[in-house]
């Protein structure tokens, strides 16, 4: 995976949380992974403060409308537990593993994969963004897994949070596992393996406007050398709400600043902006192992947990490139002998 923008300083977040804090938990392993609609199309806001707006959109034949509970739109932001979400999901499809609607996750596991503080305030923060997604509402008729519906759904349909309380104290206490349940136009989008991969480096991008732009960028350039885009037409599809020249001075600070993962976005001449890519995306599914590997695993590390061996050598196959494997039996057992003579 591209790390070309982990360097410290400048506008991005830190990148608090090493890669192995992740081999706990095989979902940490996973790609990182966005539904292609709403990278396409701007279902989410980018304000930082509450934005009660009603949001009315429409490209070619496709009409959203998206609108706001008291608590305002869901936030680019609040995205992060889909995304999470849709990234658990493909992992799963991609290892043979049945899923469901409903995904039961652990808090702070979803707050270190996204790149986010685990304090109190940083839990806080998680419910209200749950709040905010199962209360913005969606009208549209975008397709997704090959079915076009003009239909009405939450970004989520429920959430549970279980917290566990301190004896004697009614309320409060640390929020521990949290159920969500995704709306069936989301789920239906992972079935029919309408994503696309995002770089890790995304969880630190700081500003909303940055986050929408790379989406925009990982969709339309994709792995093509370029795409050429309008500054009007970057402004309807961003879903910003900035005047045209202020949206132009914002492009213009992203560009000099250069954060984006994988793209350059660069100036042209008639109001154009170019996306170029920098550095490649990885799409490659993480190997699939079968029983046997993980019972040479056992035989080679008697008493170790082999599924977080089976997680940690998919975290070390991540940061490699992702290669492909012809076979990835044979490529487990050797790294789990060589993992054994560590000790």
Request: hydrophobic share 40%; with cysteine; charged share 25%.
């Amino acid at each position: 995976m591209s790390r070309a923008v982990t360097a410290g300083g400048g506008g991005l977040l830190p990148d608090r949380h090493r890669q192995s804090d992740f081999f706990l938990c095989d979902i940490f392993d996973a790609i990182p992974k966005d539904d292609i609609a709403s990278m396409e199309h701007p279902l989410f806001s980018l304000a930082t403060r509450p934005d009660r707006r009603i949001l009315e959109y429409e490209h070619n034949a496709t009409r959203i409308t998206v609108t706001p509970s008291v608590r305002g739109l869901a936030t680019i932001h609040d995205k992060d537990i889909l995304i999470f979400c849709v990234s658990q999901l493909m992992a799963a499809i991609n290892a043979g593993r049945r899923t469901s609607r409903t995904l039961h996750l652990k808090a702070h596991d979803l707050l270190v994969a996204t790149n986010r503080e685990t304090s109190g305030d940083a839990y806080r923060r998680l419910k209200d963004a749950f709040e905010r997604l199962a209360g913005t509402r969606i009208t549209t008729n975008i397709v997704t897994g090959e079915t076009e519906t003009t239909s009405g759904f939450g970004l989520i349909e429920s959430w549970e949070i279980v917290r566990r309380t301190p004896q004697n104290q009614k309320g409060g206490g640390r929020m521990v596992s949290v159920s969500v349940t995704l709306s069936d136009w989301l789920y239906r989008a992972v079935l029919s393996k309408s994503v696309l991969t995002l770089s890790r480096d995304y969880f630190r991008l700081r500003k909303p406007l940055e986050r929408r732009i790379y989406e925009l960028a990982r969709k339309h350039c994709g792995r093509q050398a370029e795409w050429v885009v309008s500054v009007d037409t970057l402004l309807k599809k961003s879903g910003s709400a900035s005047p045209r020249r202020v949206f132009r001075a914002m492009l213009r600070e992203m560009i000099a600043a250069g954060h984006l993962p994988d793209y350059h976005a660069e100036e042209r001449p008639g109001d154009l902006i170019r996306f170029s890519q920098r550095d490649p995306v990885i799409d490659t599914p993480p190997p699939v192992l079968g029983p046997d590997a993980l019972q040479a695993a056992r035989a080679l590390m008697p008493g170790v947990d082999v599924y977080a061996l089976e997680a940690e050598w998919r975290g070390v196959w991540a940061r490699s490139g992702a290669p492909r494997l012809r076979k990835p039996d044979a490529a487990f057992v050797g790294w789990v002998k060589k993992r054994s003579q560590r000790g």
